[in-house]
């Protein structure tokens, strides 16, 4: 039986029929740089998993003249990104590439809730060695997490759709904190901080 992630990098799969669906959506709703920007957030170098054909990761570009990279399954998608200029990767969010000095700024771009479970944990872990200390973590994904559960993804039976509030996987580490939160109609974007180091404080 076929992971998720393999469903969707496959050519010619999901990834690509995701894009093809909606290709006329992308850029028109993009709460994340709005609250990335109110939060008075300024990245050097940003990494958005997720990133269909890079039309956020150029936004991000043109306001902050930071560095870029992006992860996305669909090989239609990276093709698209060429045309913005957009450096894209066709690889899933268990597997980053990371730089020496780490990304400043991590976007899941409402993408965590077609991943598999049983990745959850690397997942985090790879968003925790690509993110350089002091940095931003971003999640924008479903606001019904209350109690996480499971629906059949309306667009290929062999997909289940995952509604968990995802930050929850870097927060059980004590370095990172929920700085802003914005709950939308359906949707939710949630940043965390990577404190750049742990205190060290006694127990009486």
């Not at 039309?55 to 992860?71: A, E, H, P």
């Not at 894209?88 to 409402?110: K, N, W």
């Amino acid at each position: 039986m076929k992971k998720q992630k393999e469903i969707f990098m496959e050519g010619g799969g999901e990834g690509d029929a995701w894009f093809v669906r909606n290709l006329d959506k992308l850029g028109k709703h993009d709460p994340v740089t709005d609250l990335i920007v109110n939060e008075g957030i300024k990245p050097k170098y940003a990494l958005e998993v997720g990133c269909s054909n890079g039309w956020r990761l150029d936004k991000l570009r043109t306001i902050f003249n930071c560095g870029i990279m992006g992860i996305e399954p669909s090989m239609k998608a990276g093709i698209a990104a060429a045309q913005l200029r957009v450096p894209v990767h066709q690889m899933s969010a268990s597997c980053l590439p990371v730089t020496r000095e780490g990304y400043d700024l991590i976007i899941y771009g409402f993408c965590l809730y077609l991943t598999d479970p049983d990745d959850w944990l690397l997942i985090a872990s790879e968003g925790d060695r690509a993110l350089a200390p002091g940095g931003h973590l971003v999640i924008h994904d479903f606001d019904d997490v209350e109690k996480p559960h499971g629906v059949p993804y309306e667009h290929n039976d062999r997909v289940t759709s995952w509604h968990f509030d995802f930050a929850r996987l870097w927060e059980a580490h004590p370095a990172y904190e929920r700085v802003a939160t914005r709950s939308l109609s359906g949707d939710r974007v949630t940043i965390l901080k990577k404190q750049p180091r742990l205190q060290i404080t006694s127990i009486k």
